[in-house]
């Protein structure tokens, strides 16, 4: 299972950093990422990390304020969020399946494991 934290509420500019433990599994052969889905919205791959935490994929519209990386011996990824916006505010899950780092985030189908998510709440 993934099980996500650091979701919170916080102000336009400011940063949080959320974490997604893996248990259960094999985390350390499978890539992870983070996505979003806000009310109304459709659910948005934010970020994602390969196995080796040694290639990225991030959305455009996060590039350059977030940061996503992975400790294996912890089983745990990050997702460092900084300069926040009222527009990514949202409920943040993470996902875990064995597709390179840009079809994990892309590709619509559904993945092999999934958290609950934890709520974003940026403020203006």
């Known amino acids: 299972q993934l099980v996500e934290s650091g979701g919170g509420l916080v102000q336009a500019g400011g940063s949080l950093k959320l974490s997604c433990v893996a248990s259960?599994?094999?985390?350390?052969?499978?890539?992870i990422g983070w996505f979003r889905q806000a009310p109304g919205k459709e659910r948005e791959g934010v970020s994602c990390?390969?196995?080796?935490?040694?290639?990225?994929y991030y959305a455009d519209s996060v590039k350059g304020r977030f940061i996503i990386s992975r400790d294996n011996d912890k089983n745990t990824v990050y997702l460092q969020m900084n300069s926040l916006e009222p527009e990514d505010t949202a409920v943040y899950y993470c996902?875990?399946?064995?597709?390179?780092?840009?079809?994990?985030?892309?590709?619509?189908?559904?993945?092999?494991?999934r958290g609950q998510g934890t709520q974003v709440t940026v403020s203006s």
């Open positions: 990390v390969s196995p080796s935490g040694g290639s990225t």
């Open positions: 259960g599994f094999r985390s350390d052969l499978y890539a």
């Open positions: 996902v875990g399946d064995l597709l390179n780092v840009r079809d994990l985030c892309v590709w619509s189908g559904v993945r092999n494991y």
